[in-house]
Every structure is written in C-alpha cells, then in structure tokens.
C-alpha cells in the first residue's frame, strides 16, 4: 500500500568544492509503503547488512517473515525506475517494531532475544536495565488478567542503502507512531513500556587513523544514502581522498556526531535518540567481517560495530520529534 511521497534533490555538489568534484543534481521520488510480501527479499538483505556478519547467528529470513507478517506497522521506502513502478522495487530502506514477548516462542525471537541479552549486558549503561528487560520477554505469561509482564520491549528494526539521503528517516518513525497508536486502539498487542533500537557505528582503522583524509569523515557523510553493494562502494572510494563532514559532524571521542569514544554513528538519527535514552553503547559482532563487509568497508578503512539505544516509551514521541528536528528534510506529502 502506498503511503507518501518527496521529490528530492539528490546528489548536488556541496558549496565550496571544486569544479572537478561537482556532481550533477538528480530529482529522485521516494515513496514509503507498507511491507508486502515483494520485499522479503530486499528485508532480508538490509537485516544482513544491519547485523553484519553476525547475520549468520541468527535466522534472517524467518525474521524477514515477521516484518512482513504486520504488514499495517512499519515502512518501506522504495524509487520508482524505468522498468516498474516503487511498489514494484525492491526497498531501499525499511523501519518497524517488534513485540518480543508477543513472538516469545518463535525460535528466531528467542535466539535474537538472547543474542541481544549477551551484548547487553557489557555495556556499562545498558547492563543494570536491558538484560532483564530482555529477560521478561523470554518468561511465560504472568498469572494477571492482562496476562503479560509489567515491561514489554519493542524492539526496532531499521537499515538503509548507503548513499540513501538521510532525511527519509523521519517520516518512517513519525508514521511509525501513528501505527502504534492506531494499532492500540484496536487493541493491538503493541503497549510497549519500552523502545529499543538495534543500530549500527563505526570506527576508523589504524591505517585510516592515520592517513588523515578518508575514513570516518567521509563514511560520515556517505554511509545512509543509494543502493547497490557496487554502487556503494564506488560512491565511497570516488569520496576517499575528501575530508567532507556530515550533518551529523564527524567529531571523534565523543563529540558532536560520535556514538561512543572513538566511534561513529551509520545513521545521524541515532544522535538524536541518545538524548532521550535510558542507556546506549557499543558492542563487537562476533563473528569475523564477511566478505560483503570487508568489500565495502576495508579500503576506506572503517571497521562496523553493533549499537544498541534503549528507550522508555512515555519519551519515545519526543525522541522522534528530536530525529525530525535533527535531519530535517520537512514533512512528506500524503
């Protein structure tokens, strides 16, 4: 079902650069729809590239399965090309939440559950609060009326194509607050007490570290905006050589558009929710880089980190407004 639109400019040389790196400008449609069973396959690539190479723990397709299965929550962002029509595309980006409780005994929640309760709990301002949130999401249904815990987590899901303007994020966690609010009214399971965002950063190599040029601040400005493994990684080397900062900044050791010291945020939105977060970190993945991430990672010398931002739900409406504020990019037309 489609949702809304924007036309925009993407592509446009930034003020300042030279004649040689000025870009042509290209008007680019976007429309966000809700996720139907074409997308499975476009999901589940963006859920392999926000998990990176622990993708291979967990079963991304049965988890591509459920974004598909509440198909009224949660968006997709697609492009309209020659050949067909964005309905009828892959998606470039996607957004939505997940009840972990309601979906408690599904084998892929139960193993995502614990891969999440095994990373939060060494981060230092997660460890005390999220493991036994995450904990209650595993435990059998309390002898209550209401026959659920006290706390229930939504866990929220979202990945974008590198070089994808970051301004399509906050219409997707605005609308994504509509849903849940229209879906409580319907009496929906969706009364989460609390929000948690799976994330993606990053930090630079020794090699980039030293170089100067290149790495994070580039990644900074490049990484959330155009589709394509190829694509994506061409756009980062043909940027390699330019120091150019992104909205967000590119500042390290905890500065302006910094996630942790040292590190740096994927997605600039992420900045925002720190503000209105009960904790946030890092975590290493643990499996070795795969090949697709040391394809697009390894020669701007950038090396990917999990993130995790927990959220109490009474503070999640201000949180988007913040994201929105933050990116900017104005309201979409229905």
Known sequence: MGKRKIKQADGAASSGESSADEEDTLDVS?????PQEIDFHGIK????????ADHELLDVSKLADLVLAQPLLGSTVKVPDDANAAKDNDPFAFLTVLNLWEHREKPEVKTLTQYLKRHAAHIPSLSDKLPSLLQHQTEPAPDTPEKQPHAQLGLILTERFINMPHEI???MYTMLLEEIQWALEEKEPYDFTHYLILSKTYTQTPDAEHDGDGGAAE?????????GDGAQQQQLKKKKAKRRKSKAGAAVNGGPGSAESGSFFFHPEDEALHKHAVGHGDFKY???DSEESRRLYQEVGVKPLGHMILIEAERF???VKDVQDFIGGGPVQA
């Open 30 to 34: 976007f429309e966000w729809f809700d």
């Open 45 to 52: 690539q963006l859920l392999k590239q926000l998990l990176d």
């Open 169 to 171: 994020t906050p219409p």
């Open 219 to 227: 990644m900074a400005d490049e990484h959330g905006e155009d589709g």
């Open 286 to 288: 643990e499996r070795a």
């Open 317 to 319: 409406p201000a949180a």
